[in-house]
């Protein structure tokens, strides 16, 4: 077996193709995965997901082109040679160069939509597993969802909140005790598009060889005296 590679503390990424390969749904469990485990091997990694390791081997090339994944080595396993994976960093980080700055956007939008979903299928399958507790001192799942405003400090008391929380996971990921949770929390402006809904829509020109139909003005109906009375 090979000396365990040295992860770096945080990849900078500068790449939106790499980073759309990192932040795949199911890459992103991947990586995670990796960086609880590793070095480990697929079977690892297909029973942590509880997915089929067959199915893993294309997103672990595309994650090795990339340069996320590297080879770390082999073991001896219960029936053959094992080989060993693992990630280049513990940390990954946008770094674009993009000056408009729709590139790095577009990555943070890729990112969200790529953990709430591996979020969605956790509570989705812990569900139906009856493994959801809501119980008075058994509880073990917390969702929640706020509106406030926040000045640039109080953001960054948030933003300090969320670092302790990954803290506490990352000190999860080395004793490995208890059972196995996922933690995805978004923090975000909320930007109102209500300027673009309320513009009036164009009167709609008519089509070339059709006569428009103007619209034809009936007069009201006479009243017969009987029909008075019986309204």
């Known amino acids: 077996m090979w000396p365990r590679m040295k992860r770096m503390p945080c990849l900078l990424v500068d790449s939106p193709a790499q980073w759309r390969v990192l932040v795949s749904p199911v890459r992103a469990e991947i990586v995670e995965a990796l960086r609880m485990l590793g070095p480990c091997s697929i079977a690892d990694i297909a029973g942590t997901l509880d997915r089929p390791a067959?199915?893993?081997?294309?997103?672990?090339e595309l994650l090795e082109q990339a340069g996320l994944v590297v080879a770390a080595g082999f073991r001896k396993g219960p029936r053959n040679i094992e080989?060993?994976?693992?990630?280049?960093?513990?940390?990954?980080?946008?770094?674009?160069?993009?000056?408009?700055?729709?590139?790095?956007?577009?990555?943070?939008?890729?990112?969200?939509?790529?953990?709430?979903?591996?979020?969605?299928?956790?509570?989705?399958?812990?569900?139906?597993?009856?493994?959801?507790?809501?119980?008075?001192?058994?509880?073990?799942?917390?969702?929640?969802y706020e509106l406030g405003w926040l000045t640039p400090d109080a953001f960054q008391k948030v933003r300090a909140l969320i670092r302790e929380l990954k803290a506490v996971l990352d000190a999860g990921k080395q004793t490995r005790a208890g059972r196995l949770y996922m933690a995805v929390v978004v923090a975000t402006p909320v930007t109102r598009r209500r300027g673009a809904?309320?513009?009036?829509?164009?009167?709609?020109?008519?089509?070339?060889?059709?006569?428009?139909?103007?619209?034809?003005?009936?007069?009201?109906?006479?009243?017969?005296?009987?029909?008075?009375?019986?309204?």
């Open 54 to 60: 067959d199915s893993l081997y294309p997103h672990l």
């Open 83 to 144: 080989q060993l994976l693992d990630v280049v960093a513990d940390d990954f980080a946008v770094d674009f160069t993009d000056p408009s700055g729709a590139a790095e956007n577009q990555a943070i939008v890729d990112t969200a939509n790529s953990f709430l979903k591996a979020a969605a299928r956790a509570v989705r399958d812990s569900a139906a597993a009856r493994q959801l507790q809501l119980a008075p001192g058994q509880r073990n799942v917390a969702i929640n």
């Open 197 to 231: 809904r309320s513009r009036p829509r164009p009167a709609a020109k008519p089509k070339a060889g059709r006569k428009t139909r103007l619209p034809t003005t009936r007069q009201p109906r006479a009243i017969s005296r009987t029909q008075r009375t019986k309204s």
